[in-house]
């Protein structure tokens, strides 16, 4: 079993930056791969970005164009999200999900998530 917990969401203004942390507990953090995902009001849950136990295996969603960057520290068993430049349409609860070997968009491939953070955009 894998535990996640989201934090560092809040109230910005638009062009501020965040950084939001899942921290997990359970065994093996560094053999799962870590994504985040998205869900905004009046919309579908929505892919944000992925990392491999491999760090080097990493995939993001179209709508990044280089404002968002995932990262990982096995040793905290922590894996972040660093957001610039956000727009009011960054809005969302910001979900932590944990798989096994798959790296990429789709929700059902992760097995363990979160219960989200809230990030609202503001201008």
């Known amino acids: 079993q894998v535990q996640l917990v989201e934090s560092g969401g809040g109230l910005v203004q638009v062009g501020d930056s965040l950084r939001l942390s899942c921290a997990a507990s359970?065994?093996?953090?560094?053999?799962?791969?870590m994504a985040w995902f998205r869900q905004a009001p009046g919309k579908e849950r929505e892919f944000v970005a992925a990392i491999g136990w491999d760090v080097d295996n990493i995939y993001y969603g179209d709508f990044v164009k280089g404002r968002f960057t995932i990262s990982r520290d096995n040793a905290k068993r922590t894996v972040y999200l660093q957001m610039n430049n956000l727009k009011l349409e960054d809005t969302a609860v910001y979900y932590c999900a944990a798989g096994v070997t798959y790296v990429g968009p789709i929700p059902a491939e992760y097995k363990y998530w979160g219960q989200g953070t809230q990030v609202t955009v503001s201008s």
């Open positions: 359970g065994r093996t953090f560094s053999s799962y791969a």
